[in-house]
């Protein structure tokens, strides 16, 4: 089956921009994640979709970035105002299959540049 | 979550096994080892977790010491395509959370 996708897989934005990134997770996995890798740096998680529940934003550098996951599904990464150090690869995850399920599969990644 | 220690890096020939050290040994006995890797450009890909038994798949071993201090990932016969960064990463189980990755080991398999 399809895994998780996202796009755009690479996008350039002049600062102070606003920009959206979209995950489409692994169909019927109930948690999304987001991390975001810097150049050269580890992953950094930046927040968590667990159903119903209320999402972990604790990972969210600051007020500019927010997320949403609409109907359980696909999620969308907003970064409002671009700073250059916005730029880096965000890495979207799914999980799914209750407590059994052990692994988060990954998306390629959308490169974000902000110029 | 524990912390864990890996090496910066290693090298390893080709078609010879790469044994990835790593060290947890805070780690508490609800916690599994999970190791993932991630090739230049890609998410990172689960390869293995465990929790006291050693496991193995089509990818790798995962072999656990005794008193859970410390694993080591095998890659029984390493090829080129499995030159990455590798990650060990220790979790509760059942925690549905966030992995906290650290800076990983940087394999290179060589020709």
């Known amino acids: 089956g399809a895994g998780v996708s996202q796009s755009p897989s690479n996008k350039v934005t002049e600062k102070g921009k606003d920009v959206e990134l979209r995950c489409d997770p692994i169909s019927g996995h109930t948690a999304l994640y987001w991390y975001r890798q810097s150049l050269g740096q580890g992953l950094e998680f930046l927040i968590y979709f667990q159903g119903n529940s209320a999402p972990d934003k604790s990972g969210l550098p600051s007020d500019r970035f927010s997320a949403e996951r609409t109907g359980g599904s696909v999620s969308t990464l907003t970064i409002q105002r671009t700073q250059q150090e916005d730029s880096a690869v965000y890495l979207c995850?799914?999980?799914?299959?209750?407590?059994?399920?052990?692994?988060?599969?990954f998306g390629p990644g959308t490169r974000l540049t902000v110029t | 979550d524990a912390k864990t220690t890996q090496p910066t890096s290693m090298d390893c020939a080709e078609g010879r096994a790469a044994n990835l050290p790593c060290n947890h040994s805070t780690i508490s006995g609800n916690e599994y080892v999970y190791w993932y890797r991630q090739i230049h450009s890609q998410g990172p890909q689960y390869i293995i977790h465990?929790?006291?038994n050693n496991e193995t798949n089509e990818m790798a071993s995962l072999i656990i010491t005794e008193d859970r201090k410390s694993s080591t990932l095998i890659l029984p016969h390493a090829t080129l395509r499995d030159t990455a960064v590798y990650y060990c990463?220790?979790?509760?189980?059942?925690?549905?959370?966030?992995?906290?990755f650290g800076a990983g080991t940087q394999v290179v398999v060589t020709p």
């Open positions: 990463i220790v979790r509760v189980a059942g925690s549905w959370g966030k992995l906290q």
């Open positions: 995850a799914s999980r799914g299959g209750g407590g059994a399920s052990h692994e988060q599969y």
């Open positions: 465990g929790l006291k």
